[in-house]
């Protein structure tokens, strides 16, 4: 059940009972949007939200096909904030589950533990090529310590601590196919902000039989909503227009109306043709380059940065399957580039309802580019190259108990963080807070890869500068620290 809060003016809880409120349009219905949303409406405020898609939720939408449910990406529900957590629980009470992380790297016809431990990687490789490869990362660990320079690119990060054996092996191909750019063009800051670093002493001690644990760098446990992790943003919704305000799907965002540097208005397009809806503020989670441009023309210089940034896309083949479970994992990572998926998930590993009783569903991830070869590719032909390349990583044939299959798209699943990326990122961010009330976060409109919980804690603190009037030009940044997200979370 979703506590009720009064908002702070209940005489006004009704947005059409008092157009004289300030009213702040949320520009994207995601795990920002509607956090923002819902901060603005419990404390008395007119919100809407404006979302494109038919669905609320964004990259964390549920979708549902015959029964059975697919999101727009794997995820999971994990957090360092008691505020987030603590709101999740209001929203989704006793349909939150808590579940257990299994996950493999698939290489060579081997099985990983992910997150790599080098103990099993080297047990795998056998002596002579595991003695490689350990002296390759003893070798790189040690002159990590000794060295100062800072990394520049993603192949300086990785293999200066785990040697050009593991890189070559597992980051490297990895890397590029998911990015689709090589790894000597991507920033330092990816690694260093999802990779944990393991203990050379430690791997030495688990090699002999010394049973020393790495330190828990990632969430094993996580909590997931019955339905789906929509379901949070579903019932967020729900919870908004109980306090009188609204959320309108459908709707796709043309541009705004300003008044010198202020947002007075915006434009969009629903069903029913062109509107415009006054505003005193929004909060933007569009990708940061389509934002700034709709702010106004943008300088020469600034443009040429905004056309630097490029998201990776992403198709999706969902499959609908009879019958048990095809393995044991929530993920299994491919990161071989002759095989056209970069992960592969089972949904009903994360909640039992993903699919009807006695079935299955996989759901294969698949990186690309708007318009490129594989995002305009027949269903037919994507679901026979993807169940060939399962057959030769070692899974059963889909085909005999295939019911049916559909992709999905995400035209901007990643932020591509390219050499130079964060210069292209901090200008376009400077000319958005030239302009009053607006404001621009999540992971598209900060341009960074966030989980959910930073997305949802943006939006928050969005909402709030708004309200007191305050500055937001650090709202950006948070969550930007240099430890790992998943180190300290509430489920590790």
């Known amino acids: 059940m979703i506590r009720h809060v009064e908002p702070a003016n209940k005489k006004t809880a009704n947005a059409d009972a008092d157009l004289d409120l300030m009213h702040v349009v949320m520009l994207g219905g995601g795990a920002c949007g509607m956090s923002a949303a819902l901060e603005l409406a419990r404390h008395g405020m007119r919100a809407t939200v404006l979302e494109r898609e038919p669905r609320v939720g964004g990259l964390c939408g549920t979708h549902e096909r015959d029964g059975f449910r697919f999101d727009f990406g794997g995820h999971r529900f994990i957090t360092q904030s008691n505020t987030i957590a603590s709101l999740v629980d209001e929203l989704v009470g006793d349909d939150l589950l808590e579940r257990k992380r299994q996950s493999v790297i698939l290489n060579g016809g081997n099985r990983y533990k992910y997150p790599l431990e080098l103990d099993d990687v080297l047990r795998q490789y056998g002596a002579r090529r595991g003695g490689r490869a350990l002296f390759s990362y003893a070798r790189a660990a040690l002159a990590q310590r000794l060295r100062s320079a800072p990394d520049r690119t993603f192949q300086d990060w990785v293999t200066n601590r785990f040697g050009a054996d593991l890189y070559g092996t597992f980051f490297g191909p990895y890397t590029e196919k ?20 393991p203990s050379l002493a430690d791997v030495a001690l688990r090699l002999c039989g010394l049973a020393r644990p790495f330190a828990r760098t990632y969430a094993r446990r996580y909590r997931y909503p019955r339905l789906g992790i ?12 109980r306090y009188g305000s609204t959320v309108r799907t459908g709707a796709d965002v043309l541009g705004l109306a300003m008044s010198g540097r202020r947002v007075r208005a915006v434009r969009y397009r629903d069903a029913n043709g ?3 809806i006054a505003c005193d503020a929004v909060i933007s989670s569009l990708s940061l380059p389509r934002f700034a441009r709709m702010l106004g023309g943008l300088p020469s210089s600034v443009e040429r940065h905004a056309d630097r940034l490029r998201f990776r896309a992403i198709r999706l083949l969902n499959v609908l399957l009879e019958g048990p479970p095809i ?3 929530t993920w299994m990572y491919v990161s071989e580039p002759d095989y056209l998926m970069a992960r592969i998930q089972e949904p009903i590993h ?25 995002w305009c590719a027949s269903e037919r032909d994507i679901y026979e190259r993807c169940v060939r390349d399962l057959v030769r990583l070692g899974l059963p044939d889909l085909r005999p108990r295939t019911r049916s299959y559909f992709s999905s798209y995400v035209p901007e699943g990643y932020p591509i963080y390219h050499l130079g990326y964060d210069d292209d990122r901090r200008a376009l961010l400077g000319h958005v807070a030239q302009y009053e009330g607006a404001i621009t976060c999540g992971r598209q409109g900060a341009f960074r890869y966030i989980f959910m919980d930073t997305a949802m804690e943006m939006g928050i603190e969005a ?23 998943e180190g300290k979370a509430l489920t590790a």
């Open 327 to 329: 393995s044991a994992n």
């Open 350 to 374: 994360r909640s039992p309802d993903m699919a009807p009783a006695g079935a299955t569903s996989l759901m294969l991830e698949i990186p690309c580019t708007v318009g490129d070869a594989t």
């Open 178 to 197: 998911l990015w689709g750019i090589a790894p000597e063009t991507i920033s330092a800051d990816w690694a260093a902000q999802r990779i944990s670093i």
């Open 274 to 276: 062109e509107k415009e």
């Open 463 to 485: 909402a709030r500068a708004v309200m007191a009037g305050r500055d937001a030009t650090r709202i950006a940044e948070l969550g930007n620290g240099a430890t790992l997200h």
């Open 230 to 241: 929509g379901q949070i943003f579903e019932r967020c919704a729900t919870a908004i227009e």
